[in-house]
């Protein structure tokens, strides 16, 4: 597998075994807007591009990726009794047999990978606010079926701390759960909070038991020739957060 040098590849202790990648705007067909490697079907991009990109990434997988009806929930696919089956109503997933392949999209919302040390368990959960908010991680961690201190996770790109502007609802959201949320928020304009979700994530994982959480520090906003972002452009493409099993 050869991919292209501007997709991530994480940089966190998984098995040898264990693939995993992110694509970023670069390697694909779309224009204008979608420019190039839109990934998302229901964007508002041409159905021919979307899937002509779809099988640029299917080659380097030489595997069907298990794309996901999304809806910013909580429900985690099992893509072992899925069968890798098409578009499961879920917003995260997890495999245990080799060559199934979980795939989430984001466009501001962070994707994070999971695997336990072992190798035989990976997963992959995508993390707006409000999914992470609902417990989305904590739902993929369960269903790996694994102790949390033999998990690994990496973050992914999503829109930062200095871009992601929030109202007290989203601050309160995440109080209810746990009150030393409040240290991801700081005051900006009357009523409004910048939100850092690497730091939420992080809080969320290790409140959850998982001591190895790896990544974080991109911004979807502010790197726009790197990634698409929802809250820059409305007409926005959509990544893709990979990960499998040799």
Not at 2 to 14: I, K, T
Not at 47 to 68: F, H, I, K, S
């Amino acid at each position: 597998m050869s991919l292209p040098r501007e997709w991530l590849v994480p940089g966190w202790p998984a098995a040898p075994n264990v693939r995993a990648f992110v694509t970023t705007r670069a390697g694909g067909v779309s224009t204008g807007d979608y420019a190039s490697m839109n990934l998302g079907a229901t964007s508002g991009d041409e159905p021919g591009r979307v899937q002509r990109n779809r099988e640029l990434v299917r080659a380097e997988l030489l595997a069907d990726p298990a794309y996901l009806a999304q809806v910013h929930g909580i429900t985690v696919a099992d893509l072992d009794a899925h069968g890798g089956a098409d578009r499961p109503r879920a917003d995260a997933a997890v495999a245990s047999r080799p060559g199934r392949v979980a795939v989430v999209l984001t466009a501001d919302c962070m994707p994070v990978f999971f695997s336990d040390r072992a190798g035989r368990r990976v997963g992959v959960a995508h993390a707006g606010w409000r999914g992470l908010a609902a417990g989305v991680l904590e739902a993929t961690l369960g269903s790996l079926r694994v102790p949390a201190a033999e998990v690994v996770t990496w973050m992914g790109p999503a829109i930062g701390p200095d871009a992601f502007e929030v109202g007290p609802e989203v601050k309160e959201a995440f109080e209810r759960f746990d009150p030393a949320a409040a240290s991801a928020f700081r005051a900006h304009v009357p009523g409004k909070f910048m939100a850092d979700l690497y730091a939420l994530a992080r809080q969320r994982l290790a409140r959850a038991g998982v001591r190895e959480v790896h990544g974080g520090g991109f911004c979807t906003f502010h790197e726009p020739a790197r990634f698409f972002s929802y809250r820059r452009v409305p007409k926005s493409g959509r990544m893709g957060a990979f990960i499998w099993m040799e």
